[in-house]
């Protein structure tokens, strides 16, 4: 058997990008924008010839000239040589029109965004290539399902999802619709590793991996800007300074409010109105204004945010501090009490966790805002602080005063923070401040997605780290944190805003519980 040949049963196909080759298998990719040209260029770097297409007059010519720009840049730079720049470009060839991809291996559509132009292009490639060839969609979001229907062998159709920067991005999702011959997938998996790429599998639902998962982390900056917590630069700096290479209203700005906004709404009508996707009035603003972010000069900020300020010493003698509670979080507070030296006692509290600093209790969160707990706990010298999840990195955290927390023990925390090193950032005071309830959410999702059979736990934190450069999976969060507080933080939260949005995966019980 010929490796173009195939019997009428898919499980004994014979996938020609699988027994190729790489210098005997095609790659056709359409779509040359910033995507498809990135694609093109890590299949020819593998040593594949690749036709690449696009409707538009000139545009496969001009992201050839672009892919030649940045290996000159590598060759510059010393990190590519010469002859391996002349070799890979020569590998490229723009095409005109869909029959010239009729030898393909593997086509990568990586078209608009829209189910029916990329439905019409995946049936016009089915009738088109050999039986052994494989047909890859870079989707984002919309189902590969969905896609196949209408094709006569939707079996041979997979997602093939890509992150830009295409090569240096390590992630590829692959994609399984309910047709997709399991087989297939294999292959594909098998071939993104051969191009330097980390293949995660997902099932095919609204968002697959990262899309889904990393929903909270644009939407609990979105709510707390909608209630005025804090300003875009403290909400952004509060999740930077536990490691994340970027704050949320600053990537919005990057990845663009139209790109960003249109992603949750797909999500959300995919999920059929599930309030955990529902989008936000204050990025649907941001659009209605035109304030889509860098590309048009002015989203959130105008420009790069400023950098953060330095912190100051404090201003007086520490007051006496007590460690109190246990746990995870605990632990690396006390630790990071220790690195700057600071004195400290232990005490033991079944009831609650975090440092009584003078007279004033000030509360690890736990999805309460700190008004309530004062309030419940007749005590008005009480905050609220943010978790505290990077010890060897931190330097700025959140927190919260209650209502009748007097000057001078407000005085006396923020001393113990710049004692710390940290900047304080002070919020209004909302349940969950923002590394608490961002992270408990992504966690939650990344349960959920795992609980419905879309990835594994494996999956997911390998995706959220190379697809979206988290500093952390969701279960490596969750297993220093540990269910009960995540479920803790969510519940309070569902308490304060009696919505849908909190509610707990089944997952997370399940671990609560055993």
Request: with cysteine.
């Amino acid at each position: 058997m010929t490796a173009a040949t195939v019997e009428t049963s898919t499980s004994t196909t014979v996938w020609q990008i699988a027994t190729l080759p790489a210098e005997q298998a095609m790659i056709g990719v359409v779509g040359a924008g910033v995507m498809g040209a990135g694609i093109a260029q890590v299949a020819a770097l593998a040593g594949h010839p690749v036709r690449l297409l696009d409707v538009r007059a000139g545009a496969a010519e001009a992201a050839l000239a672009q892919i030649a720009k940045g290996l000159d840049g590598l060759v510059a730079k010393g990190r590519m040589e010469a002859e391996a720049r002349d070799a890979l470009l020569a590998r490229i060839q723009p095409a005109s029109a869909t029959a010239e991809l009729a030898g393909a291996a593997l086509v990568v559509e990586v078209i608009v965004e829209k189910l029916e132009p990329k439905q019409a292009l995946l049936r016009e490639l089915d009738g088109l290539l050999a039986p052994g060839a494989i047909i890859a969609s870079n989707t984002s979001s919309i189902s590969v399902t969905a896609l196949a229907n209408g094709m006569a062998n939707p079996a041979r159709l997979v997602g093939m999802h890509f992150f830009n920067p295409v090569p240096q991005m390590k992630l590829v999702e692959v994609v399984s619709g309910a047709e997709t011959a399991p087989e297939v997938a294999a292959v594909i998996e098998a071939l993104s590793r051969r191009w330097g790429k980390t293949p995660v599998h997902a099932k095919s639902t609204p968002g697959f991996i990262v899309n889904r998962i990393a929903r909270p982390y644009y939407a609990e900056t979105l709510a707390l800007l909608q209630e005025q917590a804090g300003t875009p630069a403290v909400l952004d700096r509060a999740l930077r300074a536990v490691g994340f290479r970027m704050g949320p209203c600053e990537l919005m700005d990057l990845i663009g409010h139209d790109t960003n906004f249109l992603v949750t709404q797909s999500v959300f009508e995919a999920n059929f109105g599930d309030k955990r996707f529902v989008p936000s009035l204050v990025q649907k603003a941001l659009v209605d204004g035109g304030r889509l972010g860098r590309k048009v000069g002015k989203g959130f900020f105008e420009g790069a945010p400023a950098p953060a300020a330095a912190v100051a010493a404090p201003s007086a003698a520490l007051a006496s501090i007590c460690l109190v509670g246990r746990g995870a979080l605990v632990e690396q507070l006390g630790q990071c009490l220790s690195n700057k030296g600071i004195a400290f006692t232990r005490g033991k509290s079944a009831d609650w966790s975090g440092l009584i600093v003078g007279e004033l209790h000030v509360h690890l969160c736990e999805g309460v805002s700190a008004a309530q707990l004062a309030s419940e706990l007749k005590h008005p010298e009480l905050a609220v602080m943010d978790w505290p999840i990077a010890p060897d990195r931190i330097d700025a955290l959140a927190l919260a005063f209650a209502p009748r927390a007097s000057e001078a023990a407000r005085a006396q925390v923020l001393d113990v923070w710049r004692a710390l090193g940290w900047e304080p950032l002070l919020l209004r005071d909302a349940p969950g401040l923002v590394v608490a309830r961002t992270i408990a959410m992504l966690i939650n999702e990344g349960a959920d997605a795992v609980w419905q059979g879309v990835c594994d736990e494996q999956g997911a934190d390998l995706a959220m780290k190379l697809g979206v450069n988290y500093p952390a999976g969701p279960f490596e969060w969750l297993a220093l944190v540990g269910p009960e507080l995540c479920v803790t933080v969510l519940d309070g939260l569902f308490q304060a805003y009696r919505g849908e949005r909190y509610r707990v995966s089944p997952l997370l019980n399940q671990r609560r519980w055993a």
